[in-house]
Nanobody, 126 residues
Framework: QVQLVESGGGLVQAGGSLRLSCAASGRTFSAYTMAWFRQVPGKEREFVASTTWSGGNSYYADYTDSVKGRFTISRDNAKNTVLLQMNSLKPEDTAVYYC????????????????WGQGTQVTVSS
């Protein structure tokens, strides 16, 4: 079972940047689809970005439309780490961000993930 620990959240002004980090335990990290989801009170947890193995040393990155061009997901398999670089942040990006790991299913579907971090708060002020 993979265990995940997020870090890097905080308070930032609109237009600013933050980088979230997710450290994973386990020896098969490279085979996992890793993703970031976010959730605000009263709403469902929503997909933000994912990185999925696509063969050889290649990974496919996917983003929800609202963050394309602003957020970048990356992974370092040697360090069992996945990052989410968030630029040009907007107040509507305010949420608790969760890291997730899964081996099967659709990357955008939260039911595809069987390991979750504890979440890290991101607050963007206007």
């Amino acid at each position: 079972q993979v265990q995940l620990v997020e870090s890097g959240g905080g308070l930032v002004q609109a237009g600013g940047s933050l980088r979230l980090s997710c450290a994973a335990s386990g020896r098969t990290f490279s085979a996992y689809t890793m993703a970031w989801f976010r959730q605000v009170p009263g709403k469902e947890r929503e997909f933000v970005a994912s990185t999925t193995w696509s063969g050889g040393n290649s990974y496919y990155a996917d983003y929800t439309d609202s963050v394309k061009g602003r957020f970048t997901i990356s992974r370092d398999n040697a360090k069992n780490t996945v990052l989410l670089q968030m630029n040009s942040l907007k107040p509507e990006d305010t949420a608790v961000y969760y890291c997730a790991a899964g081996r099967r299913g659709t990357p955008r579907d939260l039911r595809s993930y069987d390991a979750w971090g504890q979440g890290t708060q991101v607050t963007v002020s206007s």
